[in-house]
């Protein structure tokens, strides 16, 4: 379905509202980016220090709806959570497939891949910052010891959080760049649906426990809304600085 998605929309008449929807401004992203690489960096340093897990973590701290899926373990689904997580890919091929149309100038894309970036880091630093926390073990750890420090810590699903913040996105992506596309339900069905796929694939492969992956959609679509609204062109208070190409020299332009 999605991929039949995408072929209707790289055939679709070309719009030509499509282009400059989104804007990346000074006061946005002159807050927005170091943040976020502020987040990725501070959650790397936190994620290094985890120490392997011990196998010391009894059944009964945990919460009561996670405690049935504590020992639980399934390898096919967590291979399959992880190929899933692939579509992750598919707000890029919408807007690489709108460029080849003729929808979007060049400069959406970087737009584009600027915002993706802010989303990326935001949402990776936040989820190896709450690991670091070392809340609880993941399900398939719980009883048993392991050499690896990715067992120590569950909370929150970083594959639910990607998932959700991609397909959000991509809908935000969608709707601002096709303004009035009945297209866009299918575009955010498409998304959210294997979004929830995934989540549900995690507990079932034994990585996470139903908390995680609700905690982790709710941050991953709280950052994939964030990002784009912040650079939607209209938004009240957006300001923006361009340097532009004129006949001569360079044109610098302030918009507010």
Not at 21 to 48: E, H
Not at 180 to 195: C, F, H, K, Q
Request: aromatic content about 10%.
């Amino acid at each position: 379905m999605l991929v039949a998605l995408i072929a209707s929309i790289a055939m679709s008449a070309p719009d030509s509202s499509a282009a400059g929807a989104f804007r990346a401004s000074w006061p946005v992203d002159g807050a927005l980016a170091p943040t976020a690489l502020a987040t990725f960096g501070a959650g790397y340093w936190s994620a290094s220090r985890l120490a392997p897990y011990d196998g010391g973590f009894e059944r009964s701290r945990l919460l009561p709806w996670d405690r049935p899926f504590a020992g639980w373990r399934n390898d096919r689904a967590d291979l399959a959570s992880t190929l899933l997580c692939g579509a992750a890919a598919y707000p890029v091929v919408l807007g690489l497939s709108d460029w080849q149309g003729g929808r979007l100038e060049f400069q959406d894309l970087e737009v584009q891949a600027l915002m993706v970036a802010e989303i990326a880091a935001l949402e990776s630093g936040t989820e190896n910052l709450a690991k670091g926390a070392r809340f609880w073990p993941r399900p398939m750890a719980v009883g048993r010891s392991s050499a690896s420090a990715d067992d120590a810590s569950s909370f929150w699903s970083g594959h639910a959080a990607g998932a959700f913040a991609a397909a959000v996105f991509a809908g935000e992506w969608f709707e601002g760049t096709h303004p009035g596309d009945p297209r866009s339900g299918w575009v955010w069905g498409a998304g959210l649906g294997i979004a929830t796929t995934v989540a549900v694939l995690r507990v079932a492969s034994g990585r996470h426990y139903p908390t995680d992956v609700v905690v982790g959609s709710a941050v991953g679509s709280a950052i994939g809304w964030m990002v784009p609204v912040l650079h939607r062109v209209g938004r009240p208070g957006t300001a923006a600085f361009e340097v532009d190409p004129s006949p001569g020299g360079l044109v610098a332009v302030a918009r507010w």
